[in-house]
């Protein structure tokens, strides 16, 4: 077997070597908390897509960053190149051949003529697409949530975008607004004189709320919007609530809650679930999975403080 390791990334080092997450991930391989095949698929995920995107740039500018690569990651995680660059071939080649020129996996799909679509589209077909196509999914978050192919998803919605039915918004990278919020929470250590709430969800707006919502409350507050950094990030911050939404890109909360309840540093941490679907299976399926509990969107302020109050143990309730 061929490993991704230094010698295969060449003198540039990738940042991935020194990123601060990726050495916390290895760091609970090698401790058992993480299954080493969860963590290579992650990995895998992620060179995949960031070689499909490469693969696809008609122009593209590149800098090369020189470090010292971690000595022990590269017996933490190991990644099979070839594995990853062949499926990224028959990716790009079925790219090419579905005449998807211009089109570009990180565009979001948005529908504009609703109506037309409703005559085109069978009932069941169409409140999927309504619900998937809202400019802030992806194709390939859309191909994640429905378990198809991104070619597929992309050459689906085809005519319809040339119909000008469905319009595609340019999405920044996804690191990009991720960066931005959890750079303006995590600046700095927090002060643990407060407790630390933490938000996992894809989505920046609904972060946004819940900063403002706990930081009303006088608490702490760390956003995750990655699904793929979520258990490195929270094994990092040590946060003593996690609100974990339950349908993200690339994994869901079920399946989030379950690993962190694997991880001793979470075996009694309060963990809620956000969704936008508070029907009575989805709420046993949480429980089932470990969750301590269960909220609708859109997050009420009057409950998410309740919540904190309850779970911390607070002498009088923030909001009654």
Known sequence: MQLLNSEFLGDSN????QHQEYAQMCTCVQAGEIAQIKAINIIQGILEEILLDLLLAK???YKIVQGKPLSWAQKAIFINEEDVFQKVYRLWE?????????YFPDQAPVIRQSEKIRERTNGQLYQVLITLLDGRNTFRDIAIKTNRDVVQITQALRTFIQLRWIDLLDIPD???STDAIEAKT???EPKRDWALIACVDDSPLVCRSMEQIVKTGGYNFVAVLDSQRAISTLLSKKPDIIFLDLVMPYTNGYEICSQLRKVSKFSDTPIIILSGNDGV??????RLMGATDFVS???DPAIILNIIHRYLEVSTPIYQ
Not at 94 to 102: A, E, H, M, R, T
Not at 281 to 286: G, I, K, L, T
């Open 94 to 102: 079925n790219w090419d051949k579905s005449d998807l020129d211009g």
């Open 186 to 188: 995590l600046s700095s």
């Open 14 to 17: 990738l940042d991935l070597l």
């Open 281 to 286: 299976v989805d709420q046993v399926r949480a």
């Open 59 to 61: 122009r593209a500018t």
């Open 174 to 176: 996804y690191a990009s």
């Open 297 to 299: 969107k859109p997050v």
